[in-house]
């Protein structure tokens, strides 16, 4: 259980030292609350400079609330957010 637990917090503090990472999740995050969510979805499939398998990994983590709203609180706890 602790290993699952530290994992979560180690890709957590990964993407709060990425800054291009953490504006993007803190987008989705934004995204998510706002009910926005399929907007990016429709904008993300559309554009030809990404990837389909970075398409897939942005539409699974997009669309996963827990992690885009415990990566927003752990970011404004640990103070990433400016």
């Not at 907007?39 to 030809?48: K, Y």
């Given at each position: 259980?602790h290993?699952?637990?530290?994992?979560?917090?180690?890709?957590?503090?990964?993407?709060?030292?990425?800054e291009?990472?953490?504006?993007l999740?803190?987008?989705?995050?934004?995204?998510?609350r706002a009910?926005?969510?399929?907007?990016?979805l429709?904008?993300?499939a559309?554009?030809?400079?990404?990837?389909?398998?970075t398409?897939?990994?942005?539409?699974?983590?997009?669309?996963?609330a827990?992690?885009l709203l415990?990566?927003?609180?752990y970011?404004?706890?640990?103070?990433?957010?400016?």
């Amino acid at each position: 259980m602790h290993g699952v637990w530290l994992q979560d917090i180690e890709s957590l503090e990964a993407i709060s030292q990425d800054e291009v990472a953490r504006n993007l999740f803190l987008r989705m995050a934004a995204l998510q609350r706002a009910g926005r969510t399929s907007n990016f979805l429709h904008e993300l499939a559309d554009d030809p400079e990404v990837d389909d398998e970075t398409k897939g990994s942005l539409a699974e983590i997009a669309q996963d609330a827990d992690f885009l709203l415990a990566l927003e609180e752990y970011l404004l706890r640990t103070q990433h957010v400016h």
